[in-house]
């Protein structure tokens, strides 16, 4: 059994947080929007994260789902976030960027972490739609970003969990390799024991029935593309737990 692994619960909400805290979770990634891969938070949902737990919060900024080829109003938007999350308690900044050929832009990224200074950066799965993840991994160290995750390029860590190796290796002392993207209770100590990680992320979430009461099914407030009305989702602490049974104590 692993021990001494870091688990990282990946939230949106104020109860997700206490749940993972809860369960035992040692850091918190904030974001928005799962439908879309997650989001920058709202200033509300961070300020009220930080009042609620005193876990580290790792902040998203995303401005949109989709891509991570940035325009110069989105990169705008990305800096204010920046400054606004740390101002308003972050312990960390999440980000990716990418250029249109499958490398990291490096220029604003390296904008952005200086403005993140002296918070951790984390570079998330951008990484894993880059051309090349040995190429990407050295690009994040030469810009001195601490940690990143990473699915190993494939859709889920197991299908990854080669090419995570590759890189935790390649890594060394130099950066932080998370995998993150697919684990279960039922795989990561696989994973771990495969790619040696010393942090895991994990969403641990369930499904809930939405508190209303009355409700017009005719209606739907998203796209064609949807997630059921009257569900709502959120971390499960038992879930955690399990977890941090399974790793070990960080």
Known sequence: MATGVLIEV?????????????????????????????????????????????LPLN????PRGGDFC???????????????????GANGIVLGLLRPDGTVDEERTARLVALARPLPVTFHRAI???????????ALVRLGVDRVLTSGGEATVW???????????????????????GIREHNVQKV?????????????????ESRMEHRNTRVFMGKELRAPEFLVSE????????????VGGA
């Open 10 to 54: 990946l939230v949106d909400s104020v109860a997700s947080a206490r749940a993972a805290r809860a369960g035992g979770a040692d850091r918190l990634e904030v974001c928005q929007n799962l439908f879309e891969g997650g989001t920058t938070p709202s200033l509300g949902l961070l300020k009220a994260m930080r009042a609620a737990v005193d």
């Open 59 to 62: 902040v998203m900024i995303r």
């Open 70 to 88: 940035y325009s110069d109003d989105e990169l705008d938007v990305m800096r204010h976030d920046v400054v606004a999350a740390k101002d308003a």
């Open 128 to 138: 894993d739609m880059t051309r090349d993840l040995g190429e990407a991994l050295e």
């Open 159 to 181: 299908e990854g969990v080669d090419a995570i190796a590759a890189l935790m290796e390649r890594a060394a002392d130099r950066i932080i390799v998370m995998p993150g993207g």
């Open 192 to 208: 771990l024991a495969r790619t040696g990680a010393r942090e895991v992320h994990v969403s641990g979430s369930r499904t809930v």
């Open 235 to 246: 971390v499960d602490p038992g879930r955690v737990a399990r977890y941090r049974s399974l």
